[in-house]
């Protein structure tokens, strides 16, 4: 690697920067030839309580903003933050619950959603005007640096005093993160006093664990033409990806070879639709619930689907919520989850078995609609999985030849589950049954599944080995970039008054290019203005694997999506006013991110277009 | 004389660690006067009260904790007469849960004696009679032969969160008030 600092790096470290909670793994950068390197989970400081800070190996992913009158004077200080103005983790949690005015949740979700601005403070979303707000970014950003100053915090107490900002770092983020949602967690990093760091994403990571938890044993799980389907359902967001195995002078080589869209949609929603169901069926009884009780039902309901789960015999769980003021028993409420409630929403409701052409309901599309986050509009799991397999139909990458079914169904041989939501073994027999009638339908053998170890800290673990397989001492995925991306010319028509002039796209990086590598894309030239800003239209797709590098896209239909804007300023001192013609260049770094540039003819001068994160606004 | 005595005593106390009766006799000392201390600085009034108050809120601390995980005082100062078996059973449940997370994530409890109540046990010579209680016919000395009808409990380690300063735990649970 070309970074100096990876040289005085102690450790390779492996971040999950969730939606719901945060996992730090680390493994030592030097060990012994023939040696693997142990790779372990860091306990996380934090505060459970006011006036209680314990370690626990999840770092919740919330942020809550207190006022004076929030905790007792003193009782939310650090060990190694006296002065302590925010709270993050466990505690954060456990108060927002309680005042959800002061409450941010989800920031990873806010980070993609590219209908606000997301470097303005615009958290908690439409929180009183007193609140002091934060950005998505530096929602994000607050939890890296609160993972920076525990690790320090501890180092200083008892380790090596190696500091985390002199670590190389490995951060995860979903493989259906856009270019400018992965710049920004990259900005978010180097807010935070991380500066060595690269990006993974999440469902190779997950892969990457599981590799690593079979050592050599994992040559013989896979073999030459398998499909591998990673299906990651966290507690907020559901992420699929698709690794080919080929090979390559005699070795087995991993190709990340698809990536889906960004669906939110998880286990956080699934347990409030088992609450909704219990509040609705004691509204029937006459027991009316207020939002203080929805929450502790949320919160009891998930334990009892929990139990339900993990014991086959259980018929049902009672569900008690306990009275609210001094008189407790006076008070409380008993009604309970039975397994049929489990099958009814869970199985039924999240994960239907549906045919291959099933695809999930369209996002609503009201004139007047509240931006938040978009949540998916349809709840199945199993038809999102539907759409992703069926989308890959479309195209293909030249290189690999992935195993369809006669209408084009890309069909998997193996699946890898990953997320808190797949523990549960109904689920994953669900959806392995789902697909496996799919698979016969199309002829095919049934799914074998490659079993993990634990499913809520795989994604740190998988991107510690990363970091040991980066130096030479793993098997390495290859992926490049996830989507195409164009940027869109306005055709030069006659302007008609109502009508916008249509938008030609052109290919600047085609599917799966690789890391560190460059391409000048020669086919167009740009005349731009020197000292002023230009605005570059820049569009993506996850589907479109086949059109290469300075390809014109004339007609598309869905397949297109129009992302956040680039913004270039040409600064030429001297010269301003003068139109100079420059060519775009393209560069996927090793670090995992994208950039694109304007290269002057005379090939001295560069300028780096920058993402306009923005509110795009509508037309 | 000097000498011989200095050396005896310096190996008696290097081997056994205490001074036998002959030599406390040769230097006309009572065994009760090596337990004589001296007289400590007495704390002033302040650090008194203080370190009574420090006492105080420790003892508090684990109440206060059990209210806030499992509500214990909420239910153990209701009058719960007026309600069914099933009613209290199902906060009972519910109540019995956390605190039995909350002790466990506080403190560790384990058996005085770790055999099955009901099966026959030896009592040794030398036990603590604060860690055994002889109960039925006591006669004899020990070691003793007895039913083990309790096995009694003991905490092994306790990891309570440090008390805040100037906090004296006596807030068991704070006042709630809904803004809207």
Request: aromatic letters at 8%.
């Amino acid at each position: 690697m070309s970074n100096t600092s990876t040289k005085t790096a102690q450790y390779i470290i492996g971040i999950d920067l969730g939606t719901t909670n945060c996992v730090l793994a680390s493994t030592p950068s030097f060990v012994p030839e023939d040696e693997k390197g142990e790779i372990s989970l860091f306990s996380v400081p934090q505060l459970i309580n006011a006036n209680e800070v314990a370690e626990q190996k999840l770092l919740p992913s919330f942020l809550y903003l207190p006022n004076e009158y929030d905790f007792p004077k003193g009782s939310i200080s650090l060990p190694w933050n006296t002065e302590q103005n925010q709270v993050v983790g466990e505690l954060a949690r456990k108060r927002g619950a309680e005042n959800p005015s002061r409450f941010v949740a989800s920031a990873k979700s806010w980070l993609c959603n590219q209908g606000v601005n997301r470097t303005q403070a615009i958290l908690p979303w439409q929180a009183p005007v007193e609140v002091s707000k934060v950005s998505p970014l530096e929602a994000s950003c607050t939890y890296l640096e609160y993972l920076r100053r525990s690790w320090d915090y501890k180092e200083s107490q008892s380790g090596s005093g190696a500091h985390l900002s002199e670590q190389e770092i490995f951060l995860t983020v979903p493989a259906s993160f856009d270019m400018a949602a992965r710049d920004l967690t990259m900005k978010a990093a180097e807010l935070a006093g991380l500066h060595n760091v690269t990006l993974l994403e999440e469902p190779q990571a997950a892969f990457y664990s599981w590799i690593e938890n079979q050592g050599e044993r994992w040559r013989k799980q896979v073999k030459v033409g398998d499909l591998i389907l990673v299906c990651d359902v966290g507690g907020g967001t559901t992420d699929f990806s698709l690794i080919a195995v080929s090979e390559e002078q005699g070795e087995l080589t991993l190709n990340r070879v698809a990536v889906g869209e960004h669906i939110l949609l998880g286990g956080d929603n699934m347990d409030l639709a088992l609450a909704r169901l219990l509040q609705f069926r004691l509204q029937e009884k006459g027991t009316r619930i207020d939002n203080w009780q929805l929450q502790s039902l949320w919160y009891r309901c998930r334990v009892a689907k929990e139990r339900l789960l993990s014991s086959p015999d259980l018929e049902s769980e009672p569900v008690t919520i306990l009275g609210k003021g001094t008189g407790l028993v006076a008070g409380t409420i008993t009604t309970e989850l039975k397994r049929s409630d489990i099958e009814q929403i869970l199985l039924e409701g999240f994960f239907p078995i549906c045919s291959y052409t099933d695809m999930p309901a369209k996002q609503r599309r009201v004139a007047l609609q509240e931006i938040g986050l978009s949540y998916a509009a349809d709840p199945c799991v199993t038809k999102h999985l539907a759409k992703f397999l069926s989308q890959q139909a479309r195209s293909d990458s030249q290189e690999y030849q992935l195993r369809r079914s006669e209408d084009g169904l890309a069909c998997p041989t193996a699946i890898l589950f990953n997320g808190g939501v797949m523990k549960a073994d109904i689920l994953r027999h669900r959806v392995i049954g789902t697909l496996n009638k799919w698979l016969e339908s199309a002829g095919f053998e049934p799914i074998k599944e490659l079993f993990s170890q634990d499913l809520d800290t795989a994604v740190a673990c998988g991107a510690a080995y990363y970091g040991q397989a980066r130096h030479g001492r793993g098997v390495r995925i290859r992926g490049g970039a996830s989507r195409t991306y164009y940027i869109g010319i306005e055709s030069s028509m006659p302007a008609i008054p109502g009508f916008a002039a249509p938008l030609k796209a052109l290919c600047v990086v085609p599917f799966g290019m690789e890391e560190g590598t460059r391409a000048k894309i020669h086919s167009q030239e740009f005349g731009l203005v020197v000292g002023e800003p230009a605005e570059f239209r820049f569009l993506s797709s996850t589907t479109r694997k086949k059109d290469s590098l300075g390809t014109l896209v004339e007609d598309w239909s869905d397949d297109i999506q129009e992302q956040s804007p680039l913004e270039v300023t040409l600064s030429l001192p001297g010269q301003e006013d003068s139109v100079l013609p420059v060519e775009l260049e393209s560069h996927m770094t090793e670090i995992g991110t994208l950039e694109l540039w304007c290269v002057a003819r005379d090939n001295e001068h560069r300028w780096k277009l920058e993402f306009n994160v923005r509110e795009r606004e509508e037309e | 004389m000097g000498l011989g005595l200095a050396i005896k005593t310096f190996f008696a106390l290097l081997t056994s660690n205490t001074l036998p009766d002959n030599l406390l006799k040769e230097m006309h000392l009572q065994r009760e006067d090596l337990k004589k201390e001296l007289p400590p600085a007495s704390p002033s009034p302040a650090e008194q009260r203080k370190r009574q108050a420090q006492e105080q809120a420790r003892s508090l601390q684990l109440l206060n904790i059990l209210q806030r995980d499992a509500r214990l005082i909420d239910f153990l100062s209701e009058d719960i007469k007026p309600y069914s078996d099933a009613q209290v059973g199902a906060a009972v449940r519910n109540l019995h849960e956390s605190s039995q997370q909350t002790l466990k994530r506080y403190l560790k409890l384990e058996p005085v004696m770790d055999s099955t109540e009901g099966e026959s046990v030896t009592v040794a010579e030398g036990f603590d009679p604060a860690a055994i209680k002889l109960i039925g016919n006591v006669t004899g000395k020990p070691p003793l032969k007895g039913i083990l009808r309790h096995k009694g409990w003991q905490v092994t380690s306790l990891d309570l969160p440090a008390l805040p300063e100037n906090n004296d735990q006596q807030i068991l649970a704070p006042a709630e008030v809904e803004i809207s």
